[in-house]
């Protein structure tokens, strides 16, 4: 139980290690929480430093949700899917609260990449793939996000199930912290949502309308 614990620490501190925000405060000088979503992750770090900076943000967040689930197994031992799942949710939601940061940060999806990454790399590829053509045709970063959240249970199922015939109780739990994992990221887009029901969502590249006013942290 002790080890559980450490390594379920352990990776929620993983996942709050806040790039974003610190990458942006080495460019500009600024918080990058004042503007666009008031996210921390790698979308909103485009809108205050450029895109070269959101690139390191976004392969860093997704670094660290790989690193919290080796870490999980280096804790636990020879680590389940259950405590590597656990693991990555814990990863996950230190992003969305870092405690660095009073428990403001980004909105999981690159450092949820990072975990499925090791967890069901083939189905983590599929996802990006949904991703990447929703974006194309949509030029909508949040669109994108849950379609990638969408296709990756299809994607366990189909790359780690059905394509190579194994039993389900091989792929099951995987599936499982995929759809918990995922369900946290799209409550955690629910402003996201809000904006594409009303139709005023921004497009990659299109600035907001007005910088995320600053709150108490």
Known sequence: ???????????????????????????????VRTVGSGSTGATNVVRKA????????????VTKGAAALWTATYCI??????????????????????????FRGGKGVATG????????????LLALLAWSI??????TVSLGSLFGVLTLPLGIWVCDGWWFGYPSSVW??????????GSVIIIRHS?????????????FGQPRLGPTPPRNS
């Open 1 to 31: 139980m002790a080890s559980w614990l450490i390594a379920l620490a352990a990776a929620y501190l993983i996942g709050s290690i806040p790039f974003g925000f610190l990458i942006a405060k080495a460019v500009t000088g600024e918080d």
């Open 50 to 61: 450029g895109l070269a900076a959101g690139l390191a943000t976004y392969a860093l967040d």
């Open 77 to 102: 031992g020879s680590a389940s899917r259950q405590a590597l799942g656990a693991a990555g949710l814990a990863a996950v939601i230190g992003h969305m609260f870092p405690p660095y940061l009073g």
């Open 113 to 124: 990449v990072g975990v499925f990454l090791v967890l069901s790399p083939l189905a983590a």
């Open 134 to 139: 929703t974006f194309a045709v949509t030029r």
């Open 172 to 181: 099951s739990p995987t599936l499982v912290w995929a759809v918990m994992i």
């Open 191 to 203: 402003g996201n949502w809000q904006r594409l029901y009303h139709g005023n969502e921004a497009t």
